[in-house]
């Protein structure tokens, strides 16, 4: 059973269950492959704004459904990482939507609580296998696609992935300055 945090803002905090099956690296870039429990999930989908808009957007309305804005009235409590898909154009930039994935917590697996805001879905999605890089910091749109390049690069000639999407994840509060946790997550293919 995972160690549960106490954080006051948001109640119980647990991780996304994973498993790790490799641990790699290039030159300053090390990375674990990891096969990540599928479940429930809360999506929202923001179209035609840049990345860090759509975030500005979609986290609120996550972050309140989890909180308690939903048909039981019930605060959940968070699972860590929050993950956003984002979708690369052939150049590598982004293209202007993004998909944001809250694993709802375990205990709410196999009821969740109905959202009350229509643009929150409850889909269930299969186990990912991804190659994880982490970096810290505040991060941006250009720090995840920096971080993707990197990844895909010492990928190189060792492991397929899906070029069409992958995922950007979060682990801290906005209101945490330092030792924050971010990845970039690129699908196996």
């Given amino acids: 059973m995972l160690g549960m945090i106490k954080n006051s803002l948001f109640g119980s905090i647990e991780t996304w269950p994973?498993?790790?099956?490799s641990k790699g690296g290039k030159e300053d870039v090390s990375f674990e492959e990891r096969t990540c429990e599928g479940g429930r999930?809360?999506?929202?989908?923001?179209?035609?704004?840049?990345?860090?808009?759509?975030?500005r957007e979609a986290m609120p309305k996550v972050m309140?459904?989890?909180?308690?804005?939903?048909d039981k009235?019930?605060?959940m409590g968070m699972t860590v990482p929050i993950s956003f898909a984002v979708f690369p154009g052939d150049d590598g930039s982004l293209q202007k939507k993004l998909?944001?994935?809250?694993?709802?917590?375990?205990?709410?697996q196999s009821n969740p609580p109905v959202p009350t805001d229509d643009s929150i879905k409850i889909e269930e999605r299969e186990s990912i296998t991804v190659y994880s890089l982490q970096f810290g910091g505040y991060a941006k749109e250009?720090?995840?696609?920096?971080?993707?390049?990197?990844?895909?690069t010492a990928l190189e000639g060792t492991a397929s992935c899906r070029t069409d999407v992958y995922f950007c994840t979060g682990y801290d509060p906005p209101m945490k300055p330092y030792g924050r946790r971010n990845e970039v997550w690129l699908l196996k293919a």
């Fill in 18 to 21: 994973w498993q790790v099956l």
């Fill in 41 to 55: 999930f809360a999506t929202v989908e923001v179209t035609d704004k840049p990345v860090d808009e759509g975030l």
């Fill in 64 to 70: 309140k459904y989890v909180g308690g804005t939903n």
């Fill in 73 to 75: 009235g019930i605060g």
């Fill in 99 to 108: 998909k944001v994935w809250f694993r709802i917590p375990n205990q709410f």
């Fill in 142 to 152: 250009a720090d995840y696609v920096a971080h993707a390049a990197q990844l895909r």
